[in-house]
């Protein structure tokens, strides 16, 4: 054994782990007690998960209260594994976009187009491919779930870390630059960190991204095939069927205790443990905090007994491959005219893949509609940009004051936190009772009065990524400000809008694209026996999912994506351009 051993080096854990004396502290055993705890429910949950569908039909979703707790745990881990999934994506997806102008060509639209795909229109492709990878067997449909919540939460990750990696202020660069930095370690010491306070709060603002969508991933209804796995969100699925309110408010008062337990327990410590990489060159003048945080830093056994834990990660950090020359500080760089030349090639070959890949889908739906069906999707889908645009308008003059003004003060942002957490998560769904029965009892009408469901949920990515636009405002720019005297208008023209405008940018980017997602549940509405539609592409979308009618769902996503690649090309990537070239920290 290592403890017996002639090694002086093998025994210092031991004699580290000596040191610290024979009784834990009361932090490690509080720690231990949080880790067991979870443990047990990841083990407990991922055992359910692995069952047969046979006994999912034998015992399903009923609105009894004691099984709520259940259903919570299962609801959480499909989104956790789901955020494990984004956060894998973004880190690699985001990262080529931001390095490889050729890779750029590609990813950005993809993921312009991939945010606007409704989850239904996802579903509707996924759920038989996932269940055939696991015939019989509820991880199929679990597969299928956390798909469809990776989709909601991804693209706003993606899109906030590509913002960043193109907003490293230059003297930063030009350090890694000297230092010849390999890419691997360029990334772990210098890129990673410096986007790490905005992914954070980009990373709640996904996570309540996935509960607002997340009737439509656990409730699953696509032609013929029906599945309904436990969960909060089959729960608030079966209670709005059957109108029961009663059964909704339980349902959302779950939803709020399962977001204030994550908050405590996940969230609000990697905020703490985030703000040490704010771009500052004076001390924060006010940290957030966590309990749980601070009470990790108090333990002295479970650090030590978690050291061989984080070994992996270090020796990561530490590797520095492909190793640079240090002789030079970049590579050698092409002939300018070979370059325009691949370049050249380059877009040839992404434009020729997108011809082909637009002849076959005219393909596919001129051999099952008509061109009249074509130039309907078009008109619905002038109806949905329309909603779009007003809302975005709408929540930007809103919510950029407020989130400015929460960024400032971190003391408020830690108490506002799972409030705001919880308000994003809220499900449209939840509010279709009200908006059916004030809608028919004033005789309103729907095409005016049901958008505002829409940007229920995506209003808050502006919120959040102008809270952590604020929030990355450096100190000593906020003390400069102070000292030179601004105030009002004066003070926003020259620190506050410069400041968070690349990150406005990314939420009103990601918040447009989910609009268009949200489009779906917003624009076809049911009660009951009663249903409301708007005029739109996503009623078009939900109506021909429900049916089954693959050609039109298809059509409706092609229009949608169309609108949102032209939307975005013409407004928001000029504004990420400007941001990049007039609003970097120098």
């Known amino acids: 054994m290592v403890f017996l051993s002639g090694d002086p080096k093998a025994a210092r854990p031991l004699a580290r782990f000596l040191r610290v004396g024979t009784v834990p502290s009361w932090a490690d055993l509080i720690a231990f007690l949080l880790l067991a705890a979870a443990a047990i429910l990841i083990v407990r949950g991922t055992e359910d998960m692995s069952q047969s569908l046979a006994v999912l039909h034998a015992t399903p979703v009923t609105l009894d209260p004691a099984r709520l707790p259940e259903y919570a745990l299962r609801t959480t881990l499909r989104m956790f594994l789901a955020l494990g999934a984004s956060l894998v994506f973004t880190f690699t997806v985001a990262t080529l976009a931001a390095k490889s102008r050729k890779a750029e060509l590609i990813i950005v639209p993809a993921l312009d187009i991939l945010q606007s795909v409704p989850v239904l229109g996802f579903l509707t492709f996924t759920v038989t491919f996932f269940m055939g990878l696991f015939p019989g067997r509820q991880l199929g449909v679990e597969c299928a779930a956390i798909f469809a919540i990776f989709t ?7 899109f906030s870390f590509y913002q960043s990696l193109r907003s490293i202020p230059s003297d930063l660069n030009e350090v890694s630059r000297q230092f010849a930095f390999s890419p691997w370690r360029r990334f772990v010491r210098l890129e990673l960190p410096f986007a790490t306070p905005g992914l954070v709060w980009n990373v709640m603002m996904s996570m309540s991204g996935g509960w607002f969508f997340v009737v439509a991933s656990e409730a699953i209804t696509v032609g013929n095939t029906t599945v309904t796995l436990p969960g909060i969100g089959s729960w608030l699925s079966l209670a709005i069927t059957r109108q029961d309110i009663k059964a909704v408010a339980i349902g959302v008062g779950a939803m709020a205790v399962v977001i204030l337990l994550y908050d405590q327990l996940v969230f609000r410590p990697i905020v703490a443990w985030a703000d040490k990489f704010r771009f500052e060159q004076t001390a924060s003048g006010e940290q957030p905090g966590s309990w749980l945080y601070d009470l990790v830093r108090r333990t002295r056994w479970l650090r030590i007994l978690v ?5 992996p990660a270090k020796a990561m950090a530490a590797v520095d491959w492909p190793s640079i020359p240090r002789t030079r500080f970049q590579p050698q760089a092409l002939p ?5 030349v691949l370049d050249g090639l380059w877009i040839a070959l992404v434009v020729g893949l997108g011809l082909s890949g637009a002849w076959v889908l005219w393909e596919f739906l001129s051999a099952h509609l008509a061109f009249a069906d074509l130039l309907t999707a078009f008109g619905l889908g002038l109806a949905t940009l329309v909603r779009v645009v007003v809302l975005i308008a709408l929540a930007t003059v809103v919510w950029v004051p407020v989130g400015m003004w929460i960024g400032l003060r971190p003391a408020w942002a830690e108490r506002l936190q799972p409030l705001a957490q919880f308000l994003a998560a809220f499900p449209a769904n939840v509010m279709f ?26 209003q ?6 102008v809270i952590a636009g604020a929030s990355a405002i450096p100190g000593d720019l906020k003390e400069a400000a102070g000292i030179f005297g601004m105030r009002g208008w004066q003070w926003w023209r020259q620190v506050g809008i410069p400041g968070i405008f690349p990150y406005y940018v990314t939420g009103a980017l990601t918040a447009s694209g989910g609009s268009w997602n949200a489009s779906i549940v917003a624009e076809a509405v049911t009660w009951g026996d009663k249903h409301l539609e708007a005029a739109g592409l996503g009623a078009f979308i939900a109506k021909a999912t429900a049916a089954g009618d693959y050609a039109r769902v298809t059509l409706g996503v092609a229009v949608m994506s169309i609108f949102v690649i032209a939307f975005n090309r013409a407004l928001w990537r000029p504004m990420y351009r400007f941001a990049e070239r007039r609003l970097r920290l120098a």
């Open 433 to 458: 009772p009200f908006a059916v029965a004030a809608i028919v009892a004033f005789h309103l009408n729907p095409n005016i009065w049901l958008s505002p469901l829409m940007v229920l949920g995506t």
């Open 460 to 465: 808050w990515y502006i919120l959040f990524n």
């Open 152 to 158: 909601s939460q991804a693209w706003n990750m993606a």
């Open 336 to 340: 300018a005219g070979t370059g325009r």
């Open 307 to 311: 050291a061989p834990l984080t070994w």
